[in-house]
């Protein structure tokens, strides 16, 4: 808008105040005054144009009083917009506007859900925090609802590279969801994961989870089925544009076992104050799947799963103005489903975790802690005759994280993109704390490892990523551990 506009728009505001229009006025001057009629003074209503000379003047001298301070106005406000360059001003103007725009978009298309009358932010806070491709059926018309991600990355090794270590090329997974909603309160939801492209080359084909739900209460709602425990960041989310780095933290692969599902059934709701919470029973971790290398393999994925002991998991989390959110969570479960004799196993698994995100600045932690009681029982069962020091089932395992990353798209550009750099440290261990067995056994230290990640995550669209960084490990062993740049794309719709 230029200073000749805006004095336009200002003087038509000031007169409409004052109960004229410039059209009345311009009518007015240009109407001569009837020689044969008298003025006549309404009585019952007020007039906008006094009919007597006096109340005429008077009328003149308080819209002349108005010009005048109308007048001084504009030229403070000329000369202060003087002072800058020809068209600074509006550049100005227009680049505050656009990073508002974008700062809303960002919140608006943050997660891909429908329009609902409560808003996204709502609909996750009550339903508790799951996957995207599930979030999006609770603001849906009653029906079929359709969804899935994929991922897919190119790995280089950089450095000790071993014989026999190659680049590899792979279509990490692709997972199709699918969700039916028979009422505002009944739903059901579930996705199937094809990893590696096909069921051969070590490949998979597994269902997610796939559960019914029942809406009662915001406070008191029902789940039930083959459920994602909701434990760490990214156990229930894990889509590709919801996590830095081609591939995910390495605590929450080894000693979070995500992606963890088992069949239960549970509660979750939302309580007074913004907490947040979900208990599940479920089936239990298997112990003769334990290892070394940490409980991933543990996992029975429904898969005719032993069912002689069972679990269960409890999960709090506290959202801040949406901007902030710290949590923990617990899981505690036989393990031994009756296949030793004389001692049982069980395993509990607690971790805790924080997230900051405030203009493009995001910070993110987490601890898990891991413990199997029984665990010497359990290593002599497991490796009666063994004496290297691999074959021991810790007592303890640990791990956590810290990742720091900043949107600097806002910096070079004013669209709905997003571009940040980030960086990560890891330090886990699987073999924390070891059993008294006695023999040649002890730490195997390989298995303490540290990790350092830093890349870039771009977005052209909040539902599409595009990523790069490079890994590097070490041992407290001090033995070669490959350092890798990955580059990687992932989509979600």
């Known amino acids: 808008m230029n200073s000749r506009c805006f004095v336009r728009w200002s003087l038509a505001a000031c007169l409409a105040v004052c109960g004229a229009t410039p059209l009345a006025m311009a009518q007015h001057a240009k109407k001569p005054a009837p020689a044969s009629q008298p003025s006549i003074q309404p009585t019952s209503q007020p007039t906008s144009q ?55 978009g960002k919140l608006e298309h943050r997660h891909p859900i429908p329009e609902h009358e409560h808003g996204a932010h709502h609909l996750s806070q009550l339903y508790g925090r799951g996957p995207d491709t599930v979030l999006k059926l609770y603001g849906a018309k009653a029906g079929f609802s359709v969804g899935g991600y994929g991922e897919v990355l190119l790995g280089m090794h950089v450095h000790d590279r071993q014989r026999g270590e190659h680049n590899t090329a792979d279509f990490l997974r692709y997972v199709q969801y699918f969700g039916y909603k028979f009422s505002e309160k009944l739903f059901i939801n579930a996705e199937l994961e094809i990893e590696h492209s096909s069921t051969e080359h070590g490949g998979e084909l597994t269902v997610e989870f796939a559960y019914a739900e029942y809406l009662l209460h915001p406070m008191l709602n029902l789940r039930a089925g083959v459920l994602l425990m909701p434990v760490g960041w990214l156990n229930e989310v894990h889509e590709p544009t919801t996590y830095h780095g081609v591939l995910r933290p390495d605590v929450e692969r080894v000693v979070l076992p995500s992606t ?6 549970g509660l979750f709701g ?31 994925r429904v898969a005719a799963a032993k069912f002689d002991d069972f679990g269960g998991v409890l999960r709090l989390d506290y959202s801040w103005h949406g901007k902030a959110v710290f949590g923990a969570s617990c899981y505690v479960g036989g393990a031994d489903h009756n296949q030793f004799v004389g001692f049982n196993v069980t395993a509990l698994l607690a971790e805790a975790h924080a997230q900051v995100r405030t203009h493009g600045l995001e910070l ?10 029984g665990a010497r029982e359990l290593s002599l069962a497991l ?40 960086a990560r440290f890891e330090m886990y261990d699987t073999q924390a704390d070891l059993p008294e067995v006695g023999g040649e056994r002890e730490h195997h230290r390989e298995m303490a490892k540290r990790v ?16 790069v960084d490079l890994r590097e490990y070490w041992n407290a062993a001090g033995t070669p551990a490959v350092d890798t740049v990955y580059i990687g794309g992932g989509f979600m719709y």
Request: proline share 6%; glycine share 8%.
């Open 50 to 104: 006094p009919a007597s000379p006096p109340g005429r003047d008077r009328w003149k001298r308080q819209m002349q009083q108005r010009m005048d301070a109308l007048t001084r106005e504009m030229k403070a406000m000329r000369a202060k917009y003087d002072k800058l360059r020809p068209g600074q001003w509006q550049k100005k103007l227009s680049h505050e506007i656009d990073v508002l725009a974008e700062e809303i």
């Open 260 to 265: 963890w599902s088992e069949l239960g059934v």
């Open 270 to 300: 939302r309580l007074p104050g913004g907490l947040t919470y979900k208990l599940y029973f479920v089936t239990a971790l298997d112990a003769t799947r334990f290892s070394p290398e940490g409980w991933s393999e543990a996992r029975q």
């Open 364 to 373: 993110r932690a987490l601890g898990a802690f891991g413990t199997v009681f």
């Open 383 to 422: 490796y009666p005759e063994s004496g290297t020091e691999r074959d021991l089932i810790a007592r303890h395992i640990y791990g956590w994280y810290a990742e720091v990353a900043y949107d600097l798209w806002p910096l070079v550009g004013s669209s709905l993109r997003y571009l940040a750099v980030f």
């Open 452 to 467: 350092f990640d830093v890349g870039l995550t771009f977005k052209p669209h909040p539902q599409i990523v595009l990523k």
